[in-house]
């Protein structure tokens, strides 16, 4: 269970436990809880489901992950990043050149370190 060190531990169990769904409202996502009331403020191009406690978010093009709190704890900076799964989870990193493009796949922990890597090259786009 990942907590915020700014939140006393047994309100971050209850926070963990909270159901947010996300909500879209004037052209951003955010997120709200099984009540309707606005818990993370719609602040972002495009969000993920949460699972084991992070939700991906985009903003500017590039995901991220933040908490149920709304904190960014994995940087945006990736080109494609899936759900944590079994405390991972699978993201790429996109670079274009003039034949076509590189991309770094990448499974990263819940701190947004990587744990494996996989280099993918393909053709022209």
């Known amino acids: ?4 060190d700014n939140i006393p ?3 971050a169990i209850i926070m963990e436990k909270r159901i947010l769904k ?3 409202e004037n052209g951003k996502w955010g997120f709200a809880d099984e009540n309707g009331t ?3 403020p719609c602040r972002w191009n495009d969000v993920c489901d949460f699972h084991e406690g992070l939700a991906g978010v985009q903003r500017d093009g590039k995901w991220g992950y933040i908490d149920k ?3 960014l704890v994995i940087p945006c900076e990736f080109g494609e990043a899936d ?3 079994e405390g991972l989870a699978h993201v ?3 670079s274009y050149c003039e034949v076509g493009c590189v991309y770094d796949e990448y499974f990263i922990d819940h701190n947004g370190d990587i744990v494996g890597e996989i280099n993918q090259e ?3 786009y």
Do not use: K, L, S
């Open 1 to 4: 269970m990942i907590y915020n």
């Open 83 to 85: 759900d944590f799964h």
């Open 92 to 94: 790429v990193d996109w």
């Open 38 to 40: 606005v818990v993370i």
């Open 122 to 124: 393909i053709g022209p």
């Open 22 to 24: 996300p909500i879209y």
């Open 69 to 71: 709190t709304g904190e």
């Open 9 to 11: 531990e047994t309100e």
